[in-house]
């Protein structure tokens, strides 16, 4: 990879996370991490708002932004093959958003990029998440979203129902099913809900803010996720 794109592709990774290690960027464009070091500097001493320091993480500060770039052939396709699999398994609203943001990509690509993403030979089976599932999605992506506590009645595997007050963090789908992933104030500790066992849910009025130990990254961290 030429020095040029990796800078970039610096740039887009750490737009696109809360906050990015080192080790994390080193992995992705496999260099080390001594030339992750030295190129953050460059891009720094270029005037580009990078965040943060070495052993610690980075991220991008609010309003920088990159001149619009076309994608290529094998983008364009990868595009399509991303919308294709997943909006049969996201909620009706998402998978909207998926297809409409996807025709306006496609509007504006060369004819021969346009053509060769249309035309790849890459599909979903038909099926999905029942619409009870589908619509506690709608729910869940809210309350991440918003930071609300939920009031959850779960049926786990055994049957055993129970009454749980959550701080939602992230929804994971797992080939078959969705769960919900969050900070559990019965257990005090994280834990994952299939969302289809959910048998109530509810928005409670209470928020939350992150807490050492109790966040997203937290549990990330705890299962070994980057």
Known sequence: MRRADRLFQIVQLVRGRRLTTADFLATRLEVSVRTVYRDIADLQAQGVPLDGEAGVGYRMRAGFDLPPLMFTRD???????????????????????????LAKIIAVLPADVRAAAESLPVFAVVGGPDEATRARLVLLRAAIESRRVLGLRYRDLRDETSERRVR?????????????AGWCELRQDFRSFRVDRIEALELLDERFRDEPGKTLADLQRAVGVR
């Open 168 to 180: 939602p963090l992230g929804c994971y789908f797992w080939d078959a099913v969705w769960t919900l």
């Open 75 to 101: 983008e364009a396709q990868a595009l399509v093959a991303s919308v294709r699999l997943a909006r049969p398994r996201l909620d009706h609203a998402l998978a909207r958003q998926a297809e409409g943001a």
